[in-house]
């Protein structure tokens, strides 16, 4: 039973296509995160949701939009893709105060070309 | 301002051995959170440990232990006797108290039999 899934796993396009990328939990957790992870490996926060709310918006092109339809759901919208964007995209859950215990999705690798 | 800061190079270690993790963080912060977590090759994220900044005692979880030393803004990660499995990127991070988090840059482990 998969936690937290993210699809797709990969995704290659061109420079100034629109791209989702859509994030599942079924945990039950009522909050909800994207992260970015560069070539370097560092991992930076972009956005969380807590209960379909936005509670965290961190420095970040407003190409990025976020979308909670559910608790269950955050997927994460991308316009006029850049070189720059290609990283891996991780999706999170945690539940409550429980915020530093997070579930992460298996990521989703993202190549602009 | 960085506010994880992992410095350590790629670490070898020999199977069985204990390995230590080094992790410094900064914080004006009183309440605050720090864990660890793991990410092998194959790209999840996950969750080992936490400590909060009111624990009195260090936080420990099976193989992983976290040496907690508040007044040097230190939470370094201990893993005893390696495992060939234990091989993977290892991130500090820190929830402050508004739920924002922040990880380190990461520490590359690989364990030699």
């Known amino acids: 039973d998969t936690a937290v899934s993210q699809t797709p796993k990969y995704l290659v396009t061109q420079m100034g296509n629109d791209k989702s990328i859509k994030c599942e939990q079924n945990l039950g957790h009522d909050t909800m995160y994207w992260y970015k992870q560069d070539s370097k490996k560092f991992l930076k926060i972009m956005f969380s949701y807590n209960n379909k709310e936005l509670i965290i918006n961190e420095t970040v092109p407003n190409r990025f939009s976020p979308k909670s339809p559910d608790k269950a759901h955050l997927n994460l919208h991308i316009n006029s893709l850049e070189l720059g964007d290609s990283a891996v995209y991780f999706c999170?859950?945690?539940?409550?105060?429980?915020?530093?215990?997070?579930?992460f999705g298996p990521g989703t690798r993202l190549t602009v070309t | 301002a960085q506010k994880i800061t992992q410095t350590q190079p790629g670490m070898f270690v020999q199977e069985k051995e204990a390995v230590t993790l080094d992790c410094t963080y900064d914080t004006s912060d009183p309440s605050y959170g720090l864990f660890w977590y793991k990410q092998p090759s194959s790209g999840e994220m996950i969750f080992l440990i936490y400590q909060g900044s009111y624990d009195q005692q260090n936080a420990t979880e099976g193989r992983y232990s976290l040496n907690f030393q508040k007044a040097r803004k230190s939470a370094n990660l201990v893993i005893s006797a390696s495992q060939l499995g234990d091989s993977a990127m290892y991130f500090c991070?820190?929830?402050?108290?508004?739920?924002?988090?922040?990880f380190g840059k990461g520490n590359q482990v690989v364990v030699i039999p």
């Open positions: 991070a820190m929830r402050e108290g508004n739920n924002r988090l922040a």
């Open positions: 999170a859950s945690s539940q409550g105060n429980r915020a530093y215990e997070q579930y």
